[in-house]
């Protein structure tokens, strides 16, 4: 959100008053405002990218939502509610995923959260006729770098260790804002031209990507 769109905002939650696009006549406005973010708003007050002052406006009552990997209890419900929803959508009936399958399901670190599982049981139940293949879900999250600890940087040199780790987080935040590279780069803190540049320097194929995807 621009500078100036936060001072709109802010006006909107101290005044409850506003005036539409285009219109002349202020009107007034009563709603609870909810709002998220999947950067530090601390952090992100000290850098100038939010205003200090919505900042402690919003903050009224605040909360953080635990990354997937730190909540792996909710794994298998939401693994079972995305089979139901796109057994729905593709008209299939697969039951669900057996235990060997799940453990590799929590094994992964799920860098991109609850919208990288949703996009892999996706791709599953396309891949999938009757029932959940393990080979097939092995090869889904073998190239996507996550482990149990959120981290695939493994063994080796330090420079290898380095672009592992930010592959992993460059393919996370892809993930996690549907493969839109502006998204991704704020998300990041690059421009979109040095978000190219690192994808092609740690070899991410974003066209092959979204089409995946």
């Not at 205003?51 to 406006?57: A, G, I, K, S």
């Not at 949703?118 to 889904?140: F, G, K, S, Y």
């Not at 780790?165 to 979109?192: C, D, N, Q, Y």
Request: proline share 3%; aromatic share 6%.
């Amino acid at each position: 959100m621009t500078p100036a769109t936060q001072v709109k905002l802010l006006r909107v939650l101290q005044e409850r008053r506003f005036r539409r696009l285009g219109g002349r006549v202020e009107q007034s406005v009563d709603v609870r405002m909810i709002a998220a973010t999947n950067i530090d708003p601390v952090e992100a007050v000290k850098v100038g990218k939010l205003r200090e002052d919505l900042y402690y406006r919003l903050n009224v009552f605040a909360f953080r939502l635990p990354p997937l990997r730190e909540r792996k209890e909710d794994l298998a419900l939401l693994t079972q509610a995305f089979i139901n929803e796109f057994n729905q959508r593709n008209q299939k009936s697969i039951a669900g995923v057996d235990q060997q399958t799940m453990r590799m399901i929590e094994h992964y670190g799920w860098p991109g959260n609850v919208r990288e599982l949703r996009n892999v049981i996706e791709r599953l139940l396309l891949l999938t006729d009757d029932a959940v293949d393990e080979a097939v879900v092995r090869q889904l999250l073998s190239g996507r770098h996550g482990t149990g600890s959120g981290s695939g940087t493994g063994a080796g040199p330090l420079a290898d260790r380095v672009a592992a780790f930010e592959r992993e987080a460059v393919l996370g935040e892809l993930a996690a804002h549907g493969h839109r590279v502006a998204e991704t780069a704020r998300a990041l803190g690059l421009e979109r031209s040095h978000l190219y540049k690192k994808c092609q320097q740690l070899g991410i194929d974003l066209k092959s990507e979204r089409a995946e995807s």
